[in-house]
């Protein structure tokens, strides 16, 4: 086991907002994943003619807004 691929550097962050209304709560989420968009390498190919060659790298930088209801 002496070779490795690069260190993994991901960024994910969520911001959120919580609203009372009497007895109810409205959470407001957004989440942001892969911040800084790194393509990091998560799998390379160990075969012979394309040794090394990456297969897989981290997913592109993509946001998810959600709500929540509390009753």
Not at 17 to 37: E, G, H, M, P, Q
Request: hydrophobic share 45%.
């Amino acid at each position: 086991g002496s070779l490795y691929i690069e260190r993994l550097n991901q960024l994910d962050f969520r911001i959120g907002k919580v609203f009372k209304y009497a007895r109810t709560r409205t959470s407001v989420n957004l989440d942001i994943y892969n911040a800084l968009n790194a393509d990091t390498v998560r799998q390379v190919n160990f075969s012979y003619a394309v040794f090394e060659r990456p297969t897989g790298i981290l997913l592109a930088r993509f946001a998810k807004i959600g709500v929540t209801f509390d009753f």
